[in-house]
């Protein structure tokens, strides 16, 4: 909306518009997301260091007044130019976030609502439809809102529950003894079972961010953590003397997330010239070599060149003596990059028991250990894909090579989009204690009675009255159950980039109908857009190129009714 608002002062539009904004919840401005009321234990895998969202200029449209708003960093009262590079860095709770973008939005609609600009309907919009050739939208409760253009800016939404949920939520359904929660969101409701329960005994299906939410939030419920070594972060945790917890996370591939690195200082080492970027920049956007790549290696042979480079520059690192050079680095990062179980000496071994691999990873993360070459690439990847994101949509890449470079970025993320060093001193804390068990994490089976789930693995059972899906889903159009989506996809207003992906769209926005139609005005940003975007998700992308682009793109379209 700041972006759309601009674009009109630019414009010179002084009048003739209007806003209509559907949110089905209450988290205006910020989502379920970054709801404010959400528990302080679900933390952002972002560090404030690198949240520099910018700030909002005033804005002046006519008669409308809009106010400044402070960036993120001023808004917090942060001054990172001011901290010691070795300080650790801090990741806020979501909720955090949320009261920031909340406050940003209502400084910005109040305004826009006392004008009557801008009207908020509190309700799900359902359905897009095309009636003699005006546009409206419908929502749930059957009110027609008439519009000359439609933006849809959506997050995660529901999706089609796959067969092991599906078939699990069935067999819950008649039971009363067993609790299946088919998403980890809002934790609130987990806890809730929690503490209903005299003992519980939850298994949990994924080992990521949620997983790590989730287990936070129960821990909280029946004890404390406590610092061992402030100066790395150490912990350890203390158990309430009538606490009766267990927790097993499972997953298909059972691998650990690597942390972030503890702070500015250790970042550094992992993050490739600026001449490298740009030489990384100019490959990737080279439409010619798009147009002839013949698979994910246009980006993971450059990539493997880069995180090479950056290893060899590290000190302390695996099997130093034995690394023979950049150019065997190089190979070794193709193989991993393709399959991250591949072993070699310089990666970490995905063998170890569970817990040695969250104290070797922490370790890494902090400093205190021997860096593999695998979290090397990870961090290499993170510092690195701005460029790719900027270099790779709206690329020449055809569908299938697109989706392989998607399926390699996603794979990353185990590493790129890791928690900080915190959340594996608290899993490893909390193995210790003896309430998270993590011999059951590499795809146990599972069976299921009228008195449990059992979860079976190397000779071993166990028994959870509890089940929870921490596994977000990916954003597949063809998956996704909302009406208002199903409906375009019916109705061949939406067309899937590849059948794993989202929405086709043009550079601004808007969509690419599969028989070329140039008078649908809806456009797509966000989630959904994963195909002919990459890199959707992170929160900086709402302050983005794209998001402008689309505005100047809308204001364009409307301009002849401006100020009439």
Known sequence: MECLLGSLRE????????????????????????????????????SERALDLPPRAALCIGTLQIPPFADYLSWAQLDFDATPPDEIDTFPPRSKIGRYLEERFVSL???????????????????????????????????????????LAVGHQPT????????????????????????????????EAVRASKTVRMAIRGYGLATMDVVRAVALEFGVFEVVDPSLGTLRYKADDDADVVMVPFSLDGLTMGPKPLNSAMDAQFAPSDETLDLLGDHLSDRNSQEEACGANFLTDVMGRIAATVYLDIENRYDGENVRGQSELEALATNWMADQTYSHPVFLDVTIKPEETLDRLAAMGSGEGAVSFDYCIGQVWRHCQPTIYAALSYSALSDEIMAKIISVDESMKRYAYGPPVASLRQLKALHDAGLLN???????????????????????????????????????????????????????????????????????????TADGREDVPIAFLGRLAKGTVIGVDAIKECFGQRVKAWSREAVRKAAPRFNE
């Open 11 to 46: 414009a010179g539009a002084t009048s003739g518009f209007e806003i209509l904004a559907f949110e089905q919840s209450k988290a205006f401005g910020h989502g379920p997301v970054y709801a404010t009321e959400q528990t302080d234990s679900n933390w952002i895998n972002i």
């Open 109 to 151: 609609s109040t305004p826009l609502i006392e004008a009557g600009v801008l009207h908020v309907v509190n309700e799900t919009a359902d359905k897009i439809s095309n009636d003699e050739g005006h546009w409206q939208v419908i929502t749930d409760s059957g009110t027609k809102h008439r519009v000359d253009d439609l933006l």
């Open 160 to 191: 089609a529950l796959d067969d092991q949920i599906k078939a699990w939520n069935e067999h819950a359904t008649s039971l009363s003894n067993l609790v299946l929660f088919k998403d980890p969101y809002p934790v609130e409701e987990i806890l």
């Open 438 to 512: 993590l011999k059951f994490l590499g795809d146990p089976s599972i069976s299921t009675d009228t008195s449990c789930w059992t979860l079976t693995a190397n000779g071993r059972d166990f028994e959870a009255l509890m089940m929870i899906n921490a596994v977000l889903d990916s954003p597949k159009i063809k998956s996704v159950t909302a009406n208002i989506l199903t409906s375009l996809l019916k109705d061949g207003l939406i067309d899937p980039v590849h059948d794993d992906l989202g929405i086709s769209t043009r550079e601004d926005g808007y969509i690419e």
